[in-house]
């Protein structure tokens, strides 16, 4: 089955600065990418999310990369603030465009510092 | 339009007895799935279905869980004859053929 593997599993940043995380995955059917966002006690947030015929997307102050050569995608936040503080999941699943299960890293507590 | 509905938020039983989740998909989605996450860990997938039918059950324990989703009314994660390793965030998402998963708030199961 489909392993995924998450970097860092904490991170601190100060408000301003950039922040990355990175995921590799081991099954090369894996099409689909979303990433998540779990602030504490509550539920996971969809935030951004990519497909295996898209290198990479854009939103705000978000971004993702797919390389699927390489089998790793990142999660890019640039002008980090204070409420991006959170963690974060990554996420692959196996089909484009259809349902399916999906398997999630072991998420990034990120902290911004002011 | 409402998202993913869970009941109850909180769940307290004792050792032996059962469990019962709720779980509403958001509207117009027909594909649920349930997920486990443990303290301080990520979400590990359970079972996905679709009306009346299990799609994969692949990660939930083949004793003492079971899931359904009838024709009418909420998916239902049933445990029965309840551990302490049960206690957990029970998290349901729903999907609707597109595969963008959206979350429920989930519910918090603690076995004494």
């Known amino acids: 089955g489909e392993n995924v593997e998450q970097h860092p599993s904490t991170l601190s940043v100060q408000e301003g600065d950039s922040a990355v995380i990175k995921c590799t995955y081991s099954?090369?059917?894996?099409?689909?990418f979303p990433w998540y966002k779990q602030e504490l006690g509550k539920r996971p947030q969809l935030i951004i999310d990519?497909?295996?015929?898209?290198g990479e997307k854009k939103d705000q102050r978000i971004a993702v990369t797919l390389n699927k050569t390489a089998k790793h995608f990142s999660l890019h936040i640039t002008e980090t603030q204070p409420e991006d503080s959170a963690v974060y999941f990554c996420?692959?699943?196996?089909?484009?465009?259809?349902?399916?299960?999906?398997?999630f890293g072991t998420g990034t507590r990120l902290q911004v510092t002011l | 339009n409402a998202g993913v509905m869970q009941n109850p938020r909180h769940l307290v039983r004792r050792r032996g007895q059962e469990a019962r989740l709720r779980c509403s998909p958001m509207?117009?989605?027909?594909?649920v799935y349930w997920y486990r996450q443990l303290p301080e860990e990520g979400l590990k997938f359970m079972v996905y279905?679709?009306?009346?039918?299990?799609?994969?059950e692949s990660g939930m324990p083949k004793e003492r869980f079971s899931a359904e989703f009838p024709k009418e009314g909420p998916s239902i994660l049933r445990i029965q004859q309840v551990v302490r390793g049960d206690s957990a965030a029970y998290f349901c998402?729903?999907?609707?053929?597109?595969?963008?998963?959206?979350f429920g708030p989930g519910t918090r199961l603690t076995v004494l």
């Open positions: 996420a692959a699943g196996p089909n484009t465009g259809t349902a399916s299960k999906l398997t």
């Open positions: 990519i497909r295996s015929n898209v």
């Open positions: 099954d090369s059917a894996s099409n689909y």
């Open positions: 509207k117009g989605h027909s594909h």
């Open positions: 279905l679709q009306k009346e039918n299990i799609i994969d």
């Open positions: 998402a729903s999907s609707g053929s597109g595969g963008e998963q959206f």
